[in-house]
């Protein structure tokens, strides 16, 4: 169990690139695979990418080649590098457990891609 504190959103052109954090705290971090997540008006939310404990990224095949997901344990933080961004990414991202922990949930960072 974790608390975790999204950052790093924006408003962003389609092309462009965005990189989010994620600030954990209240449990030993390195013990947790992490995965960013996010929700797009009237649409579920979604899990795009985690990593595990020991640092093997994965990533959902519509996001897969264009975001990278890192880990530094050091700093308890977790990142979401976004490169070519397309309207369809836009969406409320969220980080939190794998599984995800339903008392983890924050408030997300807001990502718009438009023109």
């Known amino acids: 169990q974790v608390q975790l504190v999204e950052s790093g959103g924006g408003l962003v052109q389609p092309g462009g690139s965005l990189r989010l954090s994620c600030a954990a705290s209240g449990s030993i971090f390195s013990s947790y695979a992490m995965g960013w997540y996010r929700q797009a008006p009237g649409k579920q939310r979604e899990l795009v990418a985690f990593i595990t404990s020991g640092g093997s990224p994965k990533y959902v095949d519509s996001v897969k080649g264009r975001f990278t997901i890192s880990r530094d344990n050091a700093k308890n933080t977790v990142y979401l590098q976004m490169n070519s961004l397309k309207p369809d990414d836009t969406a409320v991202y969220y980080c939190?457990?794998?599984?995800?922990?339903?008392?983890?949930w924050g408030q997300g960072t807001q990502v718009t891609v438009s023109s």
């Open positions: 939190n457990t794998v599984p995800g922990r339903r008392d983890s």
